[in-house]
């Protein structure tokens, strides 16, 4: 997908560090050099670092781009909810914006924007995760995005608590702020979430899923870097950037 108005001065990629892109991808426009690290990356002037990592460097990418004034675009899910915290106040001490997303997909969005609404009515929910069967990190960040919107509107009332669950009580979940969430990693998924709500002698469920590894991101990524810099702090989900209720 063409980004006009965007010019891509460097990437990461370690393997092939010190090496051009635009022979690797046959690209004659992608005049960058691959760096081995995000530090090295950013020596040439930047103004936006998109991040789509893994959980166990984003944070690190992101607080080393901030410390540079450095605006950040994040697709990489594993973040917490301390992670996101640390993260917000090293970017409003460095008035620069951190934009981050569980999930870049418009599809992805409206789900979760269907989600809140329900819950404004239907009290109870669950929340169920799908992954490939080599994701590390669970729940995804498109999962944790969900349930940290559900929040907002509050926690879903137990029909019986969690900790009193006779048998093994693992199998009802984790709780992600307030809502049980269930991982499955399996093949047969690239990703996805679903959530689950339910009234006696009724039930709703929402459900959202990628059947493309990449295609769905680019449009809402690129929506984010052209936002980004406007924002100071971290600013978190594509519906933020987005006229849903208009």
């Not at 984003?58 to 540079?68: G, Q, S």
């Not at 926690?155 to 307030?178: D, L, S, Y």
Request: glycine share 10%; net charge negative; proline share 4%.
């Amino acid at each position: 997908m063409d980004a006009e108005g965007l010019l891509l001065v460097g990437a990461v990629a370690r393997r092939s560090h010190g090496q051009r892109l635009a022979p690797l991808l046959n690209d004659a426009r992608l005049d960058a050099t691959l760096h081995g690290t995000v530090a090295e990356a950013l020596a040439t002037p930047t103004d936006v670092l998109i991040d789509y990592t893994k959980p166990d460097v984003v944070k690190d990418n992101v607080l080393t781009a901030v410390e540079k004034g450095v605006h950040v675009v994040i697709g990489t899910s594993g973040l917490t909810e301390e992670d996101y915290r640390d993260i917000h106040l090293a970017a409003l001490a460095k008035k620069v914006g951190v934009f981050a997303a569980g999930n870049f997909a418009l599809t992805a969005v409206l789900m979760q924007h269907s989600a809140v609404i329900a819950a404004r009515h239907v009290p109870q929910w669950e929340i169920i995760d799908y992954g490939h069967a080599e994701k590390v990190d669970a729940p995804s960040g498109t999962a944790r995005e969900l349930a940290h919107r559900l929040a907002g509107v509050g926690r879903p009332n137990a029909g019986h608590p969690v900790e009193a669950t006779v048998g093994i009580k693992e199998a009802r979940g984790g709780t992600v702020e307030g809502s049980q969430v269930h991982s499955i990693r399996s093949p047969g998924y690239l990703g996805g979430a679903e959530v689950v709500f339910g009234l006696p002698g009724e039930r709703l469920s929402l459900r959202y899923d990628t059947v493309d590894s990449a295609i769905p991101f680019v449009a809402g990524t690129l929506l984010a870097v052209r936002a980004v810099s406007s924002l100071c702090g971290l600013v978190r989900g594509l519906d933020q950037l987005l006229d849903l209720d208009g």
